[in-house]
């Protein structure tokens, strides 16, 4: 694994990818079929973890985004704490705000990571 070296649109990419495996780990589950499906609320579980992980790094490679897009540094700061809490806070862990977050927070993590990049040029 080669993660030195690493920029921050390198690490929106890969919020993006981990959006996308989430995606499709849901596939055409309903809620109640989320709720009662413990191997893909592990899977989804992960991908949020790296994107909590990412939205870290990319925090510490551009903190100026803190000034520049408020509204993407939220949500970084978000993904981050709620990795926080899946990592490490695993027996508190609520698969109803799991749920909650993928299809209410992930499409706004991904339409401001997609602006962002699309505004620099990345």
Known sequence: MKAK???AHDRMHHMLEAAQHIRSDIGDLSHGQFL????TQRAVIEGIIVIGEAANKVLGLDPSIEEMNPALWQQLRDAYDMRIVLTHEYFRVDPEI?????????????NLLINTMTESGQ
Do not use: A, M
Not at 102 to 109: E, G, K, R, S, T
């Open 5 to 7: 070296g690493l920029r």
């Open 36 to 39: 009662g499906d413990g191997k």
């Open 98 to 110: 799991v749920w909650n977050t993928i299809q209410n927070d992930l499409p706004n993590l991904v």
